[in-house]
């Protein structure tokens, strides 16, 4: 289980999210939702390491890794998509999944790249193409697929359908909500409520840095302010 307990996040000396206490189960899928500027990213940039916390806890199976390095993190099983996925344009598909598979570990790479093959068929078909000339959505099947040949045990994405159209979000929001369904834990950061509310079974809504709202996607649905986020302003409704 991952915890964040009085978490201070932030850049340098500014602080963006003040107080966070956040939790991802064993097997939980978890989304966290809110404005733009809200601090969603910089939450996950301090879960992944890239922020250090200014502030706070965070522990990971009950050990405390406040000051563990990001790339030591991975190791452990936590795997991030950043937003914009920022996949290598100039490696091919494979080699893309090469990279992050040896990164965590040496051993089965060709066995982990099927593993992610066999998620996601299009991506074999494009094994050879270079990431720079992937669609929008095969090059987030793709930073999916890099985080998937990591083996992790949890799964971070930030922002799953940014950008892509609602018949490709679709798909790979279900080919995520299969891995949770299976066991895997997950941390969806998504603007579209609908789609993270497919998804997962519990969230967060954060404005402003702080968390406004918590619960089950039952007790969420019945909110107002999760009815705004439906069909409001952020609500793309999918
Ligand atoms: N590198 C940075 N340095 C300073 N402030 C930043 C940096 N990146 C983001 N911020 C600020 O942090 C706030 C939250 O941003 P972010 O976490 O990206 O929000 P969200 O992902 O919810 O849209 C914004 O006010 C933004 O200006
Ligand atoms: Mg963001």
Known sequence: MLELTHARIGYGPVTVVGDLNL????GESVFLIGPNGAGKSTTLRGISGLNGLQAGTMTWDGQDITHLPASRRAARGIAVVPEGRHVFTQLTVQENLEVAARAVNRAAVRERIDEVF????RLRERQHSFGGLLSGGEQQMLAIGRALAQRPRLLIIDELSLGLAPVIYQHVGETVRELAAGGLSVLLVEQN???????CSRGYLLAHGEVVLAGTVEELERTDEMRDLYLGGL????
Do not use: E, H, Q, S
């Open 23 to 26: 939790t991802v189960g064993d």
């Open 118 to 121: 066999d998620l996601f068929p």
């Open 193 to 199: 409520a609908r789609l993270a509310m497919r998804i």
């Open 235 to 238: 609500g793309k409704v999918g």
